[in-house]
């Protein structure tokens, strides 16, 4: 009996996602004060430019009483957006990957989960922060506007109108 060659992966949310982190210990192992936040903004992925973060500089300056927290590791972009938001209190960087088990306790502390991509090939993010039950805003360019064109789960915006995250997160 000759072995199996082809191996079924399955491409889709890790069942891990469907169980829930403790928001408490994503505040202590970031040194994180809940009472002074109105809200809590995530983003996971890879610190490259066409991830976007740079447009999300209106909100973070805007809406000083949130805390986005960035979540991921660096693709040689992360000291350009280190440089742009080092004078904004509200922004913490993870400065590399966590693990899967690490981003339940972030969704579980979060209010909105972004996806500010200027294009995004599907955004398996956006199903991950909807199995924990975390809203999304991401970009309109892409995958994403395939998926979640018509359905209210995932509100899609264009990722370089500054105002309209602004306006969505707040």
């Known amino acids: 009996r000759q072995p199996k060659k082809i191996q079924e992966i399955p491409n889709a949310v890790e069942d891990l996602f469907f169980t829930t982190g403790k928001d408490t210990t994503f505040y202590k192992d970031w040194g994180i004060n809940s009472e002074r936040w109105e809200g809590i903004v995530v983003w996971v992925g890879r610190a490259s430019y066409g991830k976007g973060l740079q447009n999300l500089k209106l909100a973070v300056k805007k809406l000083k009483n949130i805390l986005f927290f960035?979540?991921?590791?660096?693709?040689?972009?992360?000291?350009?957006?280190?440089?742009?938001?080092?004078?904004?209190?509200?922004?913490?960087?993870?400065?590399?990957?966590?693990?899967?088990?690490?981003?339940?306790?972030?969704?579980?502390?979060?209010?909105?989960?972004?996806?500010?991509?200027?294009?995004?090939?599907?955004?398996?993010?956006?199903?991950?922060?909807?199995?924990?039950?975390?809203?999304?805003?991401?970009?309109?360019?892409?995958?994403?506007?395939?998926?979640?064109?018509?359905t209210d789960a995932v509100k899609l915006l264009d990722p370089e109108k500054q105002e309209d995250w602004k306006l969505s997160i707040e």
């Not at 979540?71 to 913490?92: I, R, S």
């Not at 981003?103 to 991950?128: C, R, T, W």
């Open 70 to 150: 960035f979540a991921g590791g660096d693709d040689g972009y992360l000291p350009t957006l280190k440089k742009l938001y080092q004078d904004c209190e509200n922004v913490m960087f993870s400065e590399r990957f966590i693990t899967p088990e690490k981003q339940l306790d972030m969704y579980s502390a979060a209010d909105v989960s972004v996806l500010p991509s200027l294009h995004e090939a599907f955004g398996l993010v956006i199903l991950e922060s909807l199995a924990q039950g975390v809203s999304v805003i991401s970009t309109s360019r892409g995958g994403p506007s395939e998926v979640f064109d018509k």
